[in-house]
């Protein structure tokens, strides 16, 4: 079936550094990729999606990049600040369908 | 942007009891779903449900759960009777019946079995 990869449960970073979480994903079909962002007590909400392969998507300085031959899609940012900090979801809809399918959650720490 | 509410935020409940969490989902939305997150977890697909019935549903998705939406009303699931591992956050979602679109989130009830 269809499933989401994420390695990294946590990413702990300062302010301005370089944030690269890990997304590697499988799926028999051509799916739209995702990434949603939740802040605590809230739920998840959309940051970006790429529904054609080899296509970027870019978001608030966001950006990851819908990689078919790896099947993966990083997601990373230039320069966090301490508002970034959240769990970020990567997921993936299957094609023809519409329900997301969600990794594990990676929780990002970033400290002032 | 449009918003996904669900009532009650916390729910405290004994084991055995029965519970119904509501979801007011986007007012042109078609498609509805429910997800369970045990504390520090991934979000765990239970349901979909599109013009009244039920188009998919996961292992989680036990005989003791049922959803509904009668005409104009909440989007509910109910859990008869609730067990200690039930307790999680529970999120509601809903979505225009077009591939590829966007999935919109509440912000989930958290649901306490004690």
């Known amino acids: 079936g269809d499933s989401v990869t994420q390695k990294q449960g946590q990413v702990t970073l300062s302010e301005d550094d370089f944030l690269f979480i890990n997304c590697t994903y499988s799926?028999?079909?051509?799916?739209?990729l995702l990434w949603y962002v939740q802040y605590l007590g809230q739920g998840p909400q959309l940051l970006l999606k790429?529904?054609?392969?080899?296509n970027k998507g870019i978001s608030r300085g966001f950006e990851a990049t819908y990689d078919k031959g790896t099947t993966s899609f990083h997601l990373q940012k230039a320069s966090v600040q301490e508002s970034d900090s959240a769990v970020y979801f990567c997921?993936?809809?299957?094609?023809?369908?519409?329900?997301?399918?969600f990794g594990k959650g990676t929780s990002l720490v970033v400290h002032p | 942007g449009p918003k996904v509410l669900q009532i009650p935020s916390h729910q405290i409940i004994d084991m055995g009891q029965m519970v119904t969490l509501n979801c007011d989902p986007v007012?042109?939305?078609?498609?509805f779903y429910w997800y369970k997150q045990i504390l520090g977890q991934q979000m765990e697909f239970l349901v979909n449900?599109?013009?009244?019935?039920?188009?998919?549903k996961s292992k989680l998705f036990k005989d003791q759960f049922s959803v509904e939406r009668p005409d104009g009303s909440y989007f509910t699931l109910k859990i008869q009777p609730t067990a200690l591992e039930d307790s999680a956050v529970y999120f509601c979602?809903?979505?225009?019946?077009?591939?590829?679109?966007?999935?919109?989130f509440g912000k989930g009830t958290r649901l306490t079995v004690v």
């Open positions: 979602a809903s979505s225009t019946p077009q591939a590829n679109t966007e999935v919109f």
């Open positions: 799926t028999t079909t051509y799916p739209t």
């Open positions: 790429v529904t054609t392969a080899n």
């Open positions: 997921a993936l809809v299957p094609g023809g369908n519409y329900k997301p399918t």
């Open positions: 007012s042109n939305h078609l498609y």
């Open positions: 449900f599109y013009n009244g019935k039920v188009m998919e």
